[in-house]
C-alpha cells in the first residue's frame, strides 16, 4: 500500500489577525503578587466574587429538566422582562420585545457583531481611543479597518459602518452625557453609520448620572441604526452564566436573529428562565450596587493616599489611576504589595501611563490592599 503525505493547504490563520491576549502578558506579575506573605488581592479582572441571588438560582434549576432545544430569540417571558428592566431602571420606552436578543455573554456578542452585520474590509469601524480590547476584536475579525476616535473631527469625510460607545467606560469609568450621545446619534445617522452602545455598567453609577443610546432624551424615542448592549454579569453576578442580551433597532436585531439562528448562537434555555428572574427583581440589584459602593469607599481613598491621581471613574467597576509613570512600572508596584492591576496599556496607546484598579474582590480582599496601600 502506498502511503501518500497529505499537503496542506495554504491559508491564514484568523489568529494572526489579532493581537496578543493582554491578559497572557500579566503572568510576572501575578506570580511576584501571590509570593506576597497575605497573599495576592486580585484586582486585575472584573469577575464577579459575590454569590447568585437565591431567586437567580431557583429559577434555573425549576427548568433543568427541560431536554429540547432553547430558541435562539429567547423566550416570550425573557424579553418581556428585559423590556420591563431597562424601563424601570433606565428609563428606556417605546422597546418591541421582538426586538431583544439574548446572547452568550456580551463580549461574544461585541465580538461578532461587525462580522454578523456584514462589515468587511471596506468597512471603517471606529471605538473609543481607550476602549475594552474586544472592540477592536470584533472589528478586526470581520475584517474591518479599525480608527480610534472620541469625537467626530477626527473622522474627516469618511463614512463609518460602525461606531462602538462605551458609556459608562471600561476602564476608564468615564460617563457621557445627553449632549454628547445626542452628537453621535445625530452624526451616525448623517453617515448611515449603526451605533453599539455597549451598556454594560450602565447600572453602576457614583458621581454622575448615565444615559442608554436608547433613552428618548438621547435619540427622540427613535431606534433606528441603534444597538444597545447589556449584561447581567456584573450586578446580577451571572458572569459564569453567559447571560447578556442585545436590542434596539427592530431591524437590525431581526437581521442578526437570522444570522445567528443558521449559526447556532443560542442561550440555554435554564440561563434563560434565570436571566428572566434577574430582570424581573431589582431589589438584588440594588444589593450588589451598594456592595460595590461600599469597597469603593475603601479603596479609592487608599489609592489616593499612596500618591495616585484617579481620573474620571465616577462609574463603572474600576478606578483608572496614575502617578504619571510607564503602566507597566505601576503594575509593579503594586505586584511588589501582593496586589495585581491591569496596565493601561490593555486599552489603547494613549493609556500607557494609567492602571485599572478593580472593586470585584471580596470585603476582605478589599481591605487588606487598602492596608498595604496606606502602610
Known amino acids: 500500500m502506498t502511503g501518500h503525505t497529505r499537503v496542506p493547504r495554504s491559508r491564514t490563520p484568523v489568529s494572526r489577525a489579532l493581537p496578543d491576549f493582554p491578559w497572557d502578558s500579566l503572568a510576572g506579575a501575578k506570580a511576584v503578587a501571590e509570593s506576597h506573605p497575605g497573599g495576592i488581592v486580585n484586582l486585575s479582572v472584573g469577575t464577579p466574587v459575590d454569590p447568585v441571588a437565591p431567586l437567580i438560582r431557583?429559577?434555573?434549576?425549576?427548568?433543568?429538566?427541560?431536554?429540547?432545544?432553547?430558541?435562539?430569540?429567547?423566550?416570550?417571558?425573557?424579553?418581556?422582562?428585559?423590556?420591563?428592566?431597562l424601563a424601570r431602571r433606565y428609563g428606556v420606552t417605546g422597546l418591541d420585545p421582538a426586538a431583544v436578543l439574548p446572547a452568550i455573554g456580551t463580549k461574544e456578542a461585541i465580538a461578532w457583531l461587525p462580522r454578523l452585520l456584514g462589515l468587511g474590509p471596506d468597512d471603517l469601524v471606529v471605538i473609543p481611543e481607550v476602549a475594552?480590547?474586544?472592540?477592536?476584536?470584533?472589528?478586526?475579525?470581520?475584517?474591518?479597518?479599525?480608527?480610534?476616535?472620541?469625537?467626530?473631527?477626527?473622522?474627516?469625510?469618511?463614512n463609518p459602518a460602525?461606531?462602538?460607545?462605551?458609556s459608562p467606560s471600561n476602564p476608564t469609568g468615564k460617563?457621557?452625557?445627553?449632549?454628547?450621545?445626542?452628537?453621535?446619534?445625530?452624526?451616525?445617522?448623517?453617515?448611515?453609520a449603526i451605533v453599539v452602545s455597549d451598556e454594560c455598567y450602565l447600572g453602576l453609577t457614583w458621581e454622575a448620572e448615565a444615559y442608554s443610546i436608547l433613552d428618548p432624551r438621547v435619540c427622540d424615542g427613535d431606534h433606528t441604526g441603534l444597538l444597545a448592549v447589556h449584561s447581567l454579569s456584573k450586578t446580577s453576578n451571572l458572569a459564569s452564566y453567559r447571560a447578556g442580551f442585545i436590542t434596539g433597532d427592530a431591524a437590525l436585531v431581526a437581521e442578526l436573529l437570522e444570522v445567528r439562528k443558521h449559526a447556532g448562537m443560542m442561550l440555554p434555555f435554564p440561563v434563560q428562565a434565570a436571566m428572566t428572574a434577574a430582570l424581573n427583581d431589582d431589589a438584588h440589584e440594588n444589593e450588589q450596587r451598594e456592595r460595590y459602593?461600599?469597597?469603593?469607599?475603601?479603596?479609592?481613598?487608599a489609592v489616593r493616599a499612596a500618591g495616585f491621581t484617579v481620573d474620571n471613574s465616577e462609574a463603572g467597576l474600576y478606578l483608572w489611576a496614575t502617578r504619571e509613570e510607564a503602566c507597566r512600572d505601576t503594575v509593579d508596584w503594586f505586584a511588589e504589595r501582593g496586589i495585581l492591576v491591569a496596565p493601561?496599556?490593555?486599552?489603547?496607546?494613549?493609556?500607557?501611563?494609567?492602571?485599572?484598579?478593580?472593586?470585584?474582590?471580596?470585603?476582605?480582599?478589599i481591605a487588606a490592599a487598602a492596608t498595604r496601600l496606606t502602610a
Open 162 to 166: 460602525l461606531i462602538f460607545i462605551n
Open 132 to 158: 475594552y480590547p474586544t472592540y477592536e476584536v470584533g472589528a478586526l475579525l470581520a475584517g474591518a479597518r479599525v480608527l480610534r476616535a472620541d469625537g467626530t473631527m477626527r473622522l474627516g469625510p469618511e
Open 175 to 192: 460617563v457621557l452625557g445627553i449632549d454628547h450621545l445626542r452628537k453621535v446619534v445625530d452624526f451616525a445617522r448623517q453617515r448611515g
Open 344 to 365: 493601561g496599556d490593555f486599552y489603547g496607546p494613549g493609556s500607557r501611563r494609567h492602571v485599572r484598579i478593580a472593586l470585584t474582590a471580596t470585603d476582605e480582599r
Open 58 to 85: 431557583e429559577a434555573l434549576a425549576s427548568v433543568s429538566e427541560v431536554p429540547g432545544y432553547p430558541t435562539t430569540h429567547g423566550t416570550p417571558e425573557l424579553r418581556a422582562a428585559a423590556v420591563g428592566a
Open 293 to 301: 459602593r461600599a469597597r469603593r469607599e475603601v479603596l479609592l481613598p
